[in-house]
């Protein structure tokens, strides 16, 4: 069992910035892969970043790419999303997730098996 808890979500000017963290308990991440995904209201929950935990390999959303970066902490256990000139259409509920056996299919959120609780992220115009 790995519990997963977001935080660091609120509401942020057009332009402002946020650093979402995603703390784990029951297992070490080691060898995982970690994504962070959205869903705005009345959405699919969209993929927005991954890493993998063994190689330090990350991926983003084009949508974000160049704005937001995922990274980890190993002595912590835990992952954050930096995201950087936000656009009201980052608006969402932001989820944590954890893929237990490092696999590649980063986007396809069925490839996670357990998921945090969510943080909202505003972004006012």
């Known amino acids: 069992q790995v519990q997963l808890v977001e935080s660091g979500g609120g509401l942020v000017q057009t332009g402002g910035s946020l650093r979402l963290s995603c703390a784990a308990s029951?297992?070490?991440?080691?060898?995982?892969?970690m994504g962070w995904f959205r869903q705005a209201p009345g959405k699919e929950r969209e993929f927005v970043a991954a890493?993998?935990?063994?190689?330090?390999?990350?991926y983003h959303a084009d949508s974000v790419k160049g704005r937001f970066a995922i990274s980890r902490d190993n002595a912590k256990n835990t992952v954050s999303l930096q995201m950087n000139s936000l656009k009201p259409e980052d608006t969402a509920v932001y989820y944590c997730?954890?893929?237990?056996?490092?696999?590649?299919?980063?986007?396809?959120?069925?490839?996670?098996?357990?998921w945090g609780q969510g943080t909202q992220v505003t972004v006012s115009s």
């Open positions: 997730a954890v893929d237990r056996f490092g696999g590649t299919i980063i986007r396809d959120p069925g490839s996670y098996d357990y």
């Open positions: 029951g297992r070490t991440l080691s060898g995982t892969t």
């Open positions: 890493i993998l935990w063994r190689s330090g390999n990350t």
